[in-house]
């Protein structure tokens, strides 16, 4: 064979080895066909529809037996209105948890380790484009993603603690409440939310308790503790922090720049239209000395609106309602500018925050990495200036991006999946999510180790602080809002020593503060109840809530544990707040498709 036909037939053949190796693109037949995972499908809210396209072959739900305990002839994954199939691909995972196929040798189960970022694929992933020569140091930018489904970042759950080898707790607060939107979403539509997508935390805080404000200075810790409705042997106790609350009229004048994700992904009747009536919810509920700027991106990024008085509604809706989605998406350029127009209103005397609305389906932009733009973020903090990150839609939704902007900007992560939604975050909750009344919040629970045998915080996971760092006040913790509470509940094992459990901390800074001042609580016998009955309805719920997202989320510490007994639980402290008759509503259904996945009640 002549040498230059054998040269062309070994660079053909390399580069079919090459494409063979990636996922999607080799010529052998599937041993895998007729198996599939399945990812949220673009809805509107109120509507589940049906992915049209060709007619396919029925297929088989597949859940990971292995990791449920339950036999995969008895434990089918529950169908989900609405969704579409994919073809199945080693490695692939749904809803944060890997799949494993029976289609010839199982496929193990990979570990879930602490920080992973976890995805549910909504498409097969495409072949990547050909190679460009490019000049040496620069850098090709990626075209606008294909969808790969939602991504969430998956944490291991807290672990029992010895107190006798660890005796405190330290972790930041956290007000954020977009996991209970997201996971409430999930449910309403007929599926489990991944394992990543519950921040037991997240759901707590999600509900409002009546805890006493402070009289003087900005927040008090409220405690108490009962017997555990799932274990003899062990207790609960809730840390609970509240907020001063400043009215309407009181707050600090604020400057409001929306920085509105345009992209073609945005083009759903969840995603901008829904972001558009959220925006008029919020304008309609500033005060005459407030102003508001718009900018948006997408292939590029736009000045729709320079700084304009909230009283000039018509002239603002007028630029909300011209928004229109198409294009590509470069958040990181319309990130700085829409900072560059805060910046300048930054001053002690103002709010001045950065309000994003997206799915977070993005390409960061030309020139811009992730950390660079969020390492960015966090220089505008230093000059004044919060960050709301404020999420829609579903099938793409990157939770794990906005998690971290609201974390790097000082600020609130929020989820909106309806009108109401968006009336409670920006009409109801309006003033606690622009004015920061305290920032660099720290907890630290000191346990006496004569009184509390082993302790797990449940939650918080993500907001962990090393304890040596408590009174580190250069280290970043969370903010709480006007009228804010927070919420956490501990697990314990008491040794049957009557005596206090132990001594609460909380440290914080003023919102333009340097210097972070500290509180002591100490959490008294007498805060224990004999019983849960004995137990305020308040207390009651919150523990309904935490047992309920720390089953869903697959804990191992909840294994065994009863959704009934939470419902239960919750049935009798909702006290006619809709909010919580919703949630026992929530719970039912997860009952449901939990029996239907582990043919079970619990996990």
């Not at 895998?32 to 809805?43: C, K």
Request: proline letters at 7%; charged letters at 25%; glycine letters at 10%.
């Amino acid at each position: 064979m002549p040498t230059s036909k054998l040269n062309r037939l070994t660079r053909w053949g390399s580069a079919a080895l090459a494409l063979g190796l990636v996922p999607g693109c080799s010529s052998t037949p599937s041993r895998l066909s007729g198996e599939s995972t399945e990812s949220l499908a673009q809805v509107q809210p109120g509507e589940l529809k049906e992915e049209a396209g060709p007619a396919q072959a029925p297929v088989d739900d597949v859940v990971d037996a292995e990791a449920e305990g339950a036999p995969m002839a008895d434990a089918p994954a529950p169908r989900m209105p609405g969704l579409k199939p994919v073809s199945a691909s080693a490695g692939m995972v749904l809803g944060g948890a890997p799949v494993a196929h029976r289609g010839g040798a199982e496929m193990k189960r990979a570990e879930v380790l602490r920080g992973r970022v976890a995805s549910a694929p909504a498409t097969p992933p495409p072949p990547p484009p050909p190679a460009k020569m490019l000049p040496p140091g620069s850098r090709m930018q990626p075209p606008e993603p294909v969808s790969q489904g939602n991504s969430f970042t998956e944490h291991a759950p807290n672990a029992f603690t010895e107190t006798a080898t660890d005796r405190f707790s330290t972790f930041a607060v956290d007000v954020d409440t977009a996991s209970y939107a997201v996971s409430r979403r999930y449910l309403t539509q007929g599926a489990l939310p991944p394992h990543a997508a519950v921040r037991v935390e997240e759901f707590v805080n999600y509900f409002k308790y009546r805890y006493t404000p402070p009289e003087k200075g900005a927040f008090t810790v409220h405690l108490e503790g009962a017997p555990s409705p799932f274990n003899a042997n062990r207790h609960f106790v809730r840390v609970g922090v509240q907020g001063k609350v400043v009215s309407r009229s009181q707050r600090k004048p604020a400057h409001l720049v929306f920085l509105v994700d345009t992209s073609g992904s945005m083009n759903q009747q969840d995603k901008l239209p829904l972001a558009k009536e959220a925006m008029k919810l919020a304008v309609k509920n500033l005060n005459e000395n407030d102003t508001v700027a718009i900018v948006t991106y997408a292939g590029s990024t736009r000045d729709v609106l320079s700084p304009t008085p909230a009283t000039g509604l018509e002239r603002i809706y007028k630029a909300i309602d011209g928004l229109e989605s198409g294009g590509g998406t470069a958040m990181g350029s319309g990130m700085e500018m829409a900072y560059k127009h805060a910046v300048k209103k930054a001053s002690g005397k103002v709010v001045s925050r950065v309000v994003v609305l997206t799915d977070g389906d993005a390409n960061i932009g030309p020139n811009v990495s992730a950390d660079t733009m969020l390492n960015s973020i966090q220089g505008y903090v230093k000059e004044g200036v919060t960050l709301s990150a404020i999420g829609f839609g579903m099938g793409n939704y990157r939770d794990d991006l906005m998690e971290k902007l609201a974390d790097k900007g000082n600020g609130n992560c929020f989820y909106i999946d309806s009108y109401k939604e968006a009336k409670k975050v920006f009409e109801s909750q309006l003033t606690g999510t622009l004015e920061v009344i305290a920032k660099d919040v720290k907890l630290q629970v000191e346990f006496d180790p004569k009184v509390v045998r082993r302790y797990r915080l449940v939650g918080y996971e993500n907001r962990d602080i090393a304890d040596k760092d408590f009174r580190d006040d250069k280290v970043d913790a969370g903010e709480i809002g006007a009228g804010h509470s927070v919420t956490a509940v501990y697990e314990v094992e008491l040794t049957g020593e009557k005596a206090a459990l132990g001594t609460v901390r909380i440290r914080a800074k003023a919102p333009n503060g340097t210097e972070a001042a500290e509180q002591a609580f100490p959490f008294e016998q007498r805060m224990m109840r004999a019983t849960l009955d004995a137990a305020s309805p308040d207390f009651r719920f919150a523990l309904a809530v935490a047992a309920t997202a720390d089953v869903l989320r697959g804990s191992p510490s909840a294994q065994g544990w009863n959704l009934a007994t939470a419902q239960k639980l919750a049935v009798g402290a909702t006290e006619g707040l809709s909010d919580r008759e919703e949630f026992t509503k929530l719970v039912a259904r997860a009952r449901g498709l939990l029996g239907n996945a582990v043919a079970r009640d619990g996990r």
